[in-house]
């Protein structure tokens, strides 16, 4: 009897030694793997960029081998106030909101609801038979198309070749064309229906053919619109059921709620001097104030606010290949096809584009402090993040500024963060 019991304690402890193995480690112990005296030179540095005005405040994290070793607010979280930049102070994530939907979608692939390679025109019907842009009329806004060689897949979305563009940041004649329909690009207080507005997305021209180039576009806004369409949901409570919830991201919203306001950091940008001002409602059309005034409409693309915490707990689960405390969210393979390059042709030169992620590429990896295989992106607020499966180590540098004269930080930091493991 005896003997019974102990195995049952053995395999008790052995199931807790794995979950917690699974889960980001905060118990603040050293890690051998880490020289802290080095890793404190990102203190200096960010502090430099503060005391010379070229940022107001930043939050840094690193994660080592599932523990977290750095966790740290720099500067400000409002400079009039002069209130201190928490580590948990929350951040409008923009464009990092494109990796967690791409995720999102994928657990709709794992139940069978679609594939890859299947035409979007199959749940949007808009989208059939896409005609691409030939010719531009600025003068009068009229414009020729050709025919576009093949339909738009799931797998052209999540890796940015389906040949869309972006409203308000993409090529010029795209813009307008957009712009004339009411296609909106994610950020800001937005009334109208996601659904909606991707259905009129899909009778507008193509930028490029299909497969063929890869072009940052409102790709990740139609996949949260198929999200809701095959859910039946709408891409908040999706999120939360499938993601935040079983993985314990417990800051990650599309509107903040009110108990949480006071953690949202100010936004900043550039005068003409290059002189770091506060953001207003009248910049670029996106109101900062868009986390608390109850969007309804759920940009998978730009819409998420959260913490660099929740984000990290994320991209742990994607390095545990889909698992995170004890919660497979992700089939083992599914994280594999995410995280693995799927173009034909290097995206920016250099890396490849996975589903939902830059990879870093050989050659990349061999000119920065990455390891090939590591797969990041950022947020056009002022965010980056990366996960490096080889060096088991997560970074983010979280600001809210953009423009950044001085956004080579982000680069440094990564290189310090990478001289500090052992």
């Known amino acids: ?32 793997t880490v020289d802290y005296t080095r890793l404190k030179r990102i203190d200096t540095l960010v502090n430099d960029y503060i005391a010379k005005g070229w940022l107001t405040g930043a939050v840094t994290l690193v994660v080592k081998d599932n523990q977290l070793v750095q966790y740290k607010g ?35 692939w794992e139940e069978g609801k679609f594939t890859l390679d299947e035409p979007i025109a ?18 009068d806004t009229t414009y020729t198309t050709i025919p576009a060689k093949r339909e738009i897949t799931f797998r052209d979305l999540l890796t940015h070749t389906g040949g869309l563009d972006y409203a308000a940041i993409g090529s010029p004649n795209m813009k307008a064309i957009y712009s004339k329909v009411g296609i909106p690009v994610g950020l800001g207080k937005i009334t109208a229906n996601l659904k909606e507005r991707m259905a009129a997305l899909g009778k507008l021209p193509l930028v490029s053919q299909p497969g063929e180039k890869w072009v940052y576009s409102l790709s990740v806004d139609v996949l949260g619109a198929l999200v809701e369409i095959m859910s039946g949901t709408n891409l908040q409570d999706f999120l939360n059921q499938k993601l935040f919830k079983p993985l314990g991201m417990k ?18 940008t550039e005068d003409s001097l290059g002189h770091v ?30 913490t660099a915490y929740d984000y990290a707990i994320f991209l742990q689960m ?14 083992p393979r599914t994280v594999e096809l995410m995280t693995s ?82």
């Not at 990650?252 to 306001?261: D, G, L, S």
């Not at 994607?318 to 089939?331: E, F, R, T």
Request: aromatic fraction near 12%; charge should be positive.
């Open 341 to 422: 390059g799927q173009l034909d042709f290097m995206f920016n030169g250099m890396d490849n584009f996975g589903l939902g992620f830059d990879i870093t590429s050989e050659k990349s990896a061999a000119r920065s402090p990455r390891n090939a295989g590591s797969f990041s992106w950022g947020g056009y607020f002022g965010t980056t993040y990366w996960a490096d499966p080889k060096a088991k180590l997560i970074g983010l540098i979280m600001t809210q500024q953009s423009p950044n004269s001085h956004g080579d930080l982000a680069t440094k930091v990564e290189q310090l963060m990478y001289q500090s493991v052992k």
């Open 251 to 268: 800051d990650t919203y599309f509107n903040v709620p009110a108990t949480k306001a006071a953690r949202l950091a100010t936004v900043y």
């Open 318 to 331: 994607m390095l545990n290949k889909g698992k995170y405390n004890g919660i497979q969210v992700l089939a």
């Open 122 to 139: 199959d749940f949007i019907p808009e989208f059939r038979h896409p005609q691409v842009l030939d010719k531009y009329n600025a003068a």
């Open 1 to 32: 009897m005896k003997k019974i019991i102990l195995l049952h304690l053995v395999m008790l402890l052995a199931f807790c030694l794995q979950t917690f193995a699974q889960t980001i480690n905060t118990s603040g112990n050293p890690a051998a």
């Open 277 to 306: 001002v506060k953001w207003d409602k009248n910049v670029r059309g996106a109101d900062p104030d868009y986390p608390l005034l109850g969007n309804t409409y759920y940009s998978g693309g730009a819409g998420l606010t959260g």
């Open 74 to 108: 720099y500067g400000y979280q409002d400079a009039d106030s002069k209130k201190p930049m928490p580590p948990d102070a929350l951040f409008r994530l923009a464009s990092q909101t494109k990796a967690i939907v791409s995720a999102a979608i994928m657990t709709l």
